[in-house]
Structure formats: C-alpha cells, structure tokens
Antibody, heavy 126, light 107 residues
Framework: EVQLVESGGGLVKPGGSLRLSCAASGFTFSSYSMNWVRQAPGKGLEWVSS????????YYADSVKGRFTISRDNAKNSLYLQMNSLRAEDTAVYYC???????????????????WGQGTLVTVSS | DIQLTQSPSFLSASVGDRVTITCRAS??????LAWYQQKPGKAPKLLIYAASTLQSGVPSRFSGSGSGTEFTLTISSLQPEDFATYYCQQLNSYLPTFGGGTKVEIK
C-alpha cells in the first residue's frame, strides 16, 4: 500500500524552528518528486515547496522562501521540511504529497498530486 | 503566478441533484488541472487529473471538462458521501496553485 506519514508538528513560539518529516512506503520513493502543501485552520490549500527525485530542482512559495528548506533522504525514504523564523501565519496542517506525472501526446508533462499524507499540525503561538 | 478562481464558494444541494463547480484560471493552462475532494479532518483526495481523466476508483458520477482558462467539475447525482469541499489545482507551471475551494453542503 502506498503511504505517506507526516510527523514533527507541534507548538512553537514565533521566531522558532521546527522540522517536519514525511515517511514514504509502498513505492520507489527515489523515483518521485515530492511536495509540501499546507492548510491554515478553516482556510484553503496552499502549495509550500517541491523537490525533484534527486534533489536537483527545488521550488518554494514566496510566502516561505528564505525561511523554509525542503530536503529528502532517498536511502531513508523520507522527505523533510525545515521551518525557521516561524510566524503566526505559518500555523497550519502540513501535508506531504507525491507528484505523479506522465507525458501526453503533445509531449507535455501532465502532473497531479497523489497520494497525500494525513497531515501534521504546526501551531505558532506565544 | 497563475490564479484560480472557483465558483461558487458555497453550494447547498440535495441528494440526487446535479452539481457543477467552475474553476477559472488567470491565464491559459491547457488541460493541466486537477480536482480534489476534502472531507473535514482528512487529507485531500484526487478525483480528476488532466482536466477530465477520472482517477482510478473514483465513481463515474464525477466528471471534469474544460481547457485553457475555464474548467468544470460535475457531480451527476449527488450522494450523501459527496458532501465535502472541492478544490481545483493548476499544474501548468513549477509553482502550482489551488483554487479557493467550494464547500458542498446538504440543503
């Protein structure tokens, strides 16, 4: 069974740091790009960051650029998100999600996110 | 960044109703759009990718259409388990974005 399990969430003070982990199982982790997506309480989904299978390509949302660092350890089938200089507005459930892809008849890459983990809650408050 | 606008943001419907949700992109994204369903306290679940391809295991009452800047998700006959929030997502660029969501509630 393909599974993603996040951990590492919790309560942290503004300005503090936290490291999230996402453990993957049931598929060849090293073959897939991965993503972090977050959801503030009662709000919609916000893409946070992505990393390619070999860590060669990394992207961030403007809202976290310079504060968050995505990384992965393919030997441990794990994805990470190091979050520094945390703010109240970073309070959210953080999900990891696998990037699925295929190339269509025009040669363009079709992408979607599946599966998603169950999420881990990060609360930034004094 | 590409913006996605979903409408309506809230929808009240009865079991058996036909429901249509619209997602408009701020610029053309070909067919690089996915739809997700999210129930309270749960992770999003993929319904449709490439604008109209039904994910394996998803009931055929769900369908997607559109290309360019306008897309629709249709539920042909709403079932009790379909009451949830639905999100569109564009994947035309390396910076994916989501629509604001449409909450479908029981009338």
């Amino acid at each position: 069974e393909v599974q993603l399990v996040e951990s590492g969430g919790g309560l942290v003070k503004p300005g503090g740091s936290l490291r999230l982990s996402c453990a993957a199982s049931g598929f060849t982790f090293s073959s897939y790009s991965m993503n972090w997506v977050r959801q503030a309480p009662g709000k919609g989904l916000e893409w946070v960051s992505s990393i390619s299978s070999s860590s060669s390509y990394i992207y961030y949302a403007d809202s976290v650029k310079g504060r968050f660092t995505i990384s992965r350890d393919n030997a441990k089938n794990s994805l990470y998100l190091q979050m520094n200089s945390l703010r109240a507005e970073d309070t959210a459930v953080y999900y990891c999600a696998r990037r699925e892809t295929y190339y269509d008849s025009s040669g363009y890459e079709v992408v979607w996110f599946d599966p998603w983990g169950q999420g881990t809650l990060v609360t930034v408050s004094s | 960044d590409i913006q996605l606008t979903q409408s309506p943001s809230f929808l009240s419907a009865s079991v058996g109703d036909r429901v249509t949700i619209t997602c408009r992109a701020s610029q053309g994204i070909s067919s690089y759009l996915a739809w997700y369903q999210q129930k309270p306290g749960k992770a999003p679940k993929l319904l449709i990718y490439a604008a109209s391809t039904l994910q394996s295991g998803v009931p055929s009452r769900f369908s997607g259409s559109g290309s360019g800047t306008e897309f629709t998700l249709t539920i042909s006959s709403l079932q009790p388990e379909d009451f949830a929030t639905y999100y569109c997502q564009q994947l035309n660029s390396y910076l994916p974005t989501f629509g604001g969501g449409t909450k479908v509630e029981i009338k």
